[in-house]
């Protein structure tokens, strides 16, 4: 008799946790523009969304913590003549975004420290040189001030943000609209998803196409596409009988999917999310109401299903934080932010863990130089130890109403005693601020390492 053979995986009890009411961002017009972005994003600062304005585009940007009900009279970013399609935070700076707007501009935004006190119409900089609509805008994932904006004039320029200028502009290679463009780990490559259903991989510093795939997926409906942590693609897609599908291709082969994994019956446009640490896609959905989650492997079929998360409401977009702002202590492996019609709603991605200890798997599988433009470093530091469990005795001891009465015959000596347990909670007290200042020198020695190896990539060309 045959034994079901259940693959092991770390990650098979994810689950995920919506936010509670008084956690959410309430009272917000998100975008009724027909752009398949996902018209939120989000940093370890702030969380930016698109939302409804006359006269003109406009995004809000709320600080994390500023939770509950925003007002209407809120300041917002609103300097774009026409709706904003797309904006994306700086992975450089947490103060800076980006905005790609139907007015074929791009702007970028100096945002401060402690949020908006005002409504700001003025950004840092203007980039000016589509004909049409932007709706693509993506940072270099390695090198500073370099920004990625596609247009629905099928072209792609590749912008130095500190100067203003186009550095590369890649036309002919898109015959129609381009619906999604992805850098790769180290930002060498680009790839594309296009209207004419091919995957094309671009070598943005030769302008050429060195690997292209068409008819990625059968279907008519918009395509997405990744580059994941080893360098192969994956995509989202529609079959001709509209049923969606996740495929993975091997950039270097192009030929056949490495795999096809169908799922539903649906319009809405699968957004993928992908987390390269512990190789886990989660795939959002327009006008859906789940969040599906899949492990990549290196070994076939490739592609796991894990689970999915539902809730009742769809989600008209959704916003990923970076690692950097996931709360270790609790095991969080993602969170989400699940833009409802009038309502942001964060989401956290969770391993079950019985340990108290850091769990590296559940964060950062990698610690390690992986390539020389980018240092990635381990979230260990951020970790904070918790409270060890003591034994506590319940149940009233009946010695205690002997030992009361002794007390009352007892010496000042014997008195004199009592305030021990107060000096040492003040010695552990003390103990605990030495290690929070020895914690905030590491980051701030950290903190001044990355500024300079950012300094040395900006001077290599790209």
């Known amino acids: 008799m045959s034994r079901q053979v259940v693959r092991a995986s770390k990650f098979r009890h994810v689950f995920g946790q919506a936010a509670k009411n008084d956690q959410c961002y309430d009272d917000i017009r998100v975008s009724r523009v027909t752009w398949d972005s996902s018209f939120c994003a989000v940093n370890p600062k702030f969380v930016a969304l698109i939302i409804e ?41 947490d103060q800076v975004i980006a905005s790609g707007s139907e007015d074929c501009t791009v702007m970028v935004w100096q945002i401060p420290e402690n949020g908006l006190v005002t409504s700001m119409a003025e950004p840092v900089v203007v980039l000016e040189g589509h004909s049409k609509r932007v709706g693509i805008i993506t940072w270099h994932p390695t090198a500073r001030n370099v920004l990625l904006s596609a247009g629905c004039d099928n072209q792609i320029i590749i912008w130095n943000v500190g100067t203003g200028e186009a550095m590369i502009n890649l036309e002919d290679m898109h015959p129609d609209v381009i619906y999604s463009t992805t850098w790769n780990r180290n ?23 060195i690997a292209e795939k068409e008819k990625a997926h059968d279907g008519a409906r918009p395509m997405r596409a990744i580059f994941l942590a080893d360098g192969n693609i994956l995509t989202t897609g529609f079959s001709r009988m509209s049923e969606r599908q996740l495929s993975l291709w091997n950039a270097n082969n192009m030929e056949e999917p490495m795999t096809v994994t169908e799922m539903d019956t649906s319009n809405g446009v699968l957004l993928p999310f992908y987390d390269p640490d512990t190789s886990v896609v989660y795939l959002c959905g327009k006008g859906d109401s789940s969040i599906r989650y899949f492990e990549i492997t290196d070994q076939a079929p490739y592609v796991h299903f894990l689970s999915t998360f539902t809730t009742k409401e769809p989600q008209r977009g959704m916003g990923y934080m970076p690692k950097r702002g996931l709360d270790v202590n609790k095991c969080e492996i993602a969170r989400f932010f699940k833009l409802h019609e009038r309502k942001c709603e964060p989401i956290v991605m969770t391993v079950p863990r019985k340990s108290d200890l850091f769990q590296t798997t559940c964060t950062q599988t990698h610690l390690a130089l992986i390539l020389p433009w980018r240092l990635r470093i381990g979230l260990m530091n951020g970790y904070v130890q918790g409270k060890n469990r003591e034994f506590k005795v319940v149940k009233k001891n009946i010695l205690d109403g002997k030992a009361t009465k002794n007390t009352e015959n007892s010496t000042p000596a014997n008195k004199s005693a009592s305030p021990t347990p107060s000096i040492k909670s003040e010695a ?12 905030k020198d590491l980051v701030s020695s950290q903190e001044k390492r990355i500024i300079k190896l950012e300094d040395q990539m900006s001077k290599i060309a790209i």
């Open 187 to 209: 930002g060498s490559l680009i790839c594309t998803s296009c209207k004419d259903k091919a995957i094309r991989v671009i070598d943005p510093r030769k302008e050429t196409v």
């Open 53 to 93: 304005a006359s006269g003109g585009g406009a995004f809000l940007v709320l600080p994390l913590h500023k939770t509950g009900r925003i007002d209407k009279s809120y300041p917002t970013v609103c300097g774009h003549t026409g709706p904003v399609l797309d904006i994306d935070w700086c992975p450089h700076n």
């Open 428 to 439: 552990k007290l003390e103990e605990i601020l030495k290690e929070i200042k020895s914690l």
